[in-house]
């Protein structure tokens, strides 16, 4: 898909402020802990201590199986459901404890693109007023004078969808229209932050590409950071500026060129298995040995040592969660 030309004044002042130069910290997560507890059933650990940070114009890729996680992660750095323990900041500032209005302001900063398009759209109402409900819920946002169906017409020029696309309804869009009007919401507000949940495992290969492109030039045109959520290594290895790698509620492993020199051992396995789409977290509640290696049972070169839980530490070039490497 070819970009288009779009004359945003709006949107280009973003280069010419400064004000995502890729310099700095966007979020930063601290011992991020989230544990379910079904009512009749043992408590479950989603996410485990987990501190993760992503800079300002950077993609982080989020990898690992399904269900390992990764997308109670991103809930959690939203604030969308509070944390058992840990703490989110943004921009320096602390999220954890502030009030809804407070955090009403701040999710202005970080939008969301969902694994499936059309659970996020209204079905009763047409994609165009999907894609202005920002400029409803935030007025302010709007320059002085300025229309919304002005903002509009900008932001599907940048999407790469037609007027008259945007005068239909979700069921009459494939979806891959439905995607990119997705992200043309998402960016309405000139988020500093894109979380995207597995936004292309739902679409053929060839539009999963152009959706990809897509992301990538609205992200060189508005300077935004990414947060790339999938269990496709393909994807994540092509979109990531750095990978982080996800098994049971853990990241394991955390750098530059992690699926091309992988450390960990579940990493080496996840790079070995073609199709990682095919492979699920197994069933760790209840089975891990309490203190251990959240990977210890599956691990074929665990020692005496993997009975304690090792920390995420720094090795070369990347972080490792792993007592059988010599970390400097």
């Known amino acids: 898909m070819q970009e288009k030309n779009v004359g945003s004044n709006r949107l280009s002042s973003l280069f010419r402020t400064g004000r995502l130069s890729g310099a700095g910290c966007m979020i930063e997560g601290r011992g991020l802990t989230k544990i379910f507890t079904p009512r009749g059933q043992n408590r479950i650990t989603a996410v485990d201590g987990v501190d993760i940070r992503i800079n300002s114009g950077e993609t982080l890729a989020l990898v690992g199986e399904s269900g390992c996680g990764k997308s109670t992660l991103s809930r959690l750095l939203l604030l969308l459901i509070p944390p058992t323990q840990g703490e989110v900041f943004f921009e320096g500032q602390a999220l954890t404890g502030l009030k809804q209005k407070e955090l009403r302001l701040i999710r202005r900063k970080i939008q969301i693109v969902p694994q499936q398009p059309e659970s996020a759209l209204n079905p009763r109402w047409k994609i165009a007023d999907s894609i202005c409900e920002p400029f409803r819920i935030h007025p302010d946002v709007l320059p ?18 037609e007027p008259e696309q945007a005068a239909r309804y979700p069921h009459q869009l494939s979806g891959g229209e439905l995607q990119r009007a997705v992200i043309a919401r998402a960016i309405a507000l000139e988020p500093a932050l894109i979380i995207c949940d597995e936004p292309t495992s739902m679409l053929d290969v060839s539009t999963q590409a152009a959706i990809v492109r897509l992301l990538q030039a609205l992200q060189h045109r508005l300077g935004c950071a990414l947060l790339f959520i999938t269990h496709d290594q393909g994807l994540a290895h092509a979109i990531g500026d750095r990978t982080a790698v996800m098994f049971g509620g853990q ?6 060129d992690v699926l091309d020199r992988p450390l960990h051992p579940f990493t080496r396995k996840l790079t070995s298995i073609p199709d990682s789409a095919s492979l699920q977290c197994p069933e760790l509640q209840g089975n891990r040995i309490p203190g251990s290696c959240v990977y210890y049972r599956f691990c074929p ?9 090792p920390e995420l530490k720094k090795y070369d070039d990347r972080k ?9």
């Open 144 to 161: 002085p004078g300025k229309l919304p169906e002005e903002e509009l017409e900008k932001l599907l020029e940048l999407v790469g969808l």
């Open 301 to 309: 070169e665990k020692t005496k040592n993997c009975l304690h839980s």
């Open 320 to 328: 490792v969660r792993c007592h059988n490497i010599s970390y400097v």
């Open 251 to 256: 990241i394991v492993e955390e750098g530059q």
